[in-house]
């Protein structure tokens, strides 16, 4: 039985949101990272090459329009001893970031950056607590369009949480009434995580770029601490809701059983980042790829794809292109995620949640997910009446979102046989709008 404290918490109401003025972050930002491709190991060539291969790929056309910049840009050493500014590693950027940004701007492109909330980064280059705005400033004037801020690296000297971030019907892997091993300080249900030392860190960049005439979405990296999507949006747009994803498919389980608690936070303007695509990375298959990638976009997280675009498979290419999942993902009428249904809301990092269903530009339309966790093939039956907004007496008209094939009208219940760790995607069209 879903428990009512649990209850309470995925049913919490989200806040409105940070409004940016040029409407950044109303929408989850799509786009492509350096980090999980290059590491350490970039320099403007690399980047200025992903670009044109979005290009090239049909990406951009497909809605990819941040170049992020991670970890590892500056010079190491320290800042400029006159201005404190963080200085560009111009081995790696001959032209400055501001160069490289101006020549991505001419591509069409918006431009992204990183940095830390701590004294330097997670690659040991120079972070921006004490110096946000100075920073904040000085990322305006290169022209950035988006800063992912993580959280390596935090002094001694700053306060520690007061509470552990571990509630005892939600958070704890070992699932719901479980408490929190070793220690005694956790978190009251109605404790206001706005108040602790990572929110409070955290904000002092926010409200640097507040200050700065250009609008710079505000991602946050501080791996789903401090309760984040209780005041994430308050701040920011995107907040990453665990720590790094790995391209494993043990891993995909993991941040979508986390974030599945987590999604009625979920809404214009503020999102849940389940991290980066990791399509074409490790040893995920291309059917748990495709699991990856629909969940993300169903779960309405960023969509910042992660991998080296010169030697991704084209059948990736393709699902990272699919117009049903973008088209939800990017929805400028509901800005609700897909929700878990017929499911009995048990923490379990094996078996998250098996069915999912979303309304789409409340038009009638729904996004139907059926995931195979497992590991054999099995048959998968959604009910029409169980699905969220459909009606048991109800006739829909099927699509099936991966090969863009027309099932026809379908009565009482659509069902699919579903390879192991695969995922069958419909879009459901009533025959007038419910």
């Known amino acids: 039985m879903f428990l009512p404290s649990l209850l309470a918490l995925v049913l919490a109401s989200s806040a409105t949101g940070l409004v940016t003025k040029d409407g950044s972050g109303r929408l989850p930002a799509m786009g492509w990272n350096h980090w999980n491709a290059y590491r350490c190991n970039i320099n403007e060539d690399k980047i200025l090459s992903a670009a044109k291969s979005i290009q090239d790929l049909g990406l951009q056309d497909a809605g990819y329009e941040y170049i992020n910049i991670d970890d590892c840009w500056s010079v190491k050493s320290g800042r400029d001893p006159v201005t404190n500014r963080i200085l560009p590693d111009l081995t790696k950027f001959p032209a400055g970031i501001s160069g490289t940004a101006k020549t991505l701007h001419g ?41 992912k801020y993580d959280n390596c690296n935090v002094p001694s000297s700053w306060p520690s949480d007061e ?31 706005s108040t602790s030392s990572t929110a409070k860190r955290f904000k002092r960049m926010g409200d640097a770029l507040l200050k700065q005439d250009r609008t710079i979405l505000y991602s946050l990296c501080e791996w789903g601490q401090a309760g984040v999507e209780t005041w994430g949006d308050s701040i920011a747009q995107s907040w990453r809701i665990t720590d790094d994803i790995f391209p494993y498919f043990a891993r995909i389980r993991h941040i979508v059983n986390y974030n599945q608690f987590r999604l009625n936070y979920v809404n214009f303007w503020g999102h849940n980042d389940a991290d980066m695509l990791d399509l ?155």
């Open 107 to 147: 591509m069409g492109f918006k431009v992204g950056l990183y940095s830390d909330a701590g004294s330097k980064t997670c690659g040991g280059y120079p972070g921006s607590l004490y110096y946000e705005d100075i920073d904040a400033a000085t990322f305006s004037e290169w022209g950035i369009d988006y800063l």
């Open 280 to 434: 074409g990375n490790g040893n995920l298959t291309t059917v748990e790829a495709r699991t990856h990638f629909a969940l993300w976009a169903a779960m309405k997280s960023p969509l910042l794809i992660g991998t080296d675009l010169s030697v991704l498979a084209s059948e990736l290419v393709d699902v990272l292109k699919n117009p049903y999942l973008i088209n939800f993902n990017q929805d400028p009428i509901v800005g609700e995620p897909a929700m878990p249904f017929n499911w009995d809301w048990t923490y379990n990092d094996a078996q998250p949640a098996e069915y999912w269903a979303g309304k789409y530009r409340n038009s009638g339309e729904i996004l139907l997910l059926m995931v195979n966790w497992g590991e054999e093939e099995k048959t998968m039956r959604a009910a029409f009446g169980v699905v969220p907004s459909t009606t048991a007496r109800g006739a829909y008209e099927v699509t099936d979102v991966w090969t863009g094939k027309d099932l026809g009208l379908q009565r009482r219940f659509v069902e699919a046989t579903v390879e192991p760790h695969g995922t069958a995607a419909f879009m459901l069209r009533a025959l007038e709008p419910v």
């Open 163 to 193: 509470y552990n971030n571990c509630h005892p019907d939600y958070n704890h892997p070992t699932g719901p009434n479980a408490t929190c091993p070793d220690d005694p300080n956790v978190a009251p249900p109605d404790y206001d995580w």
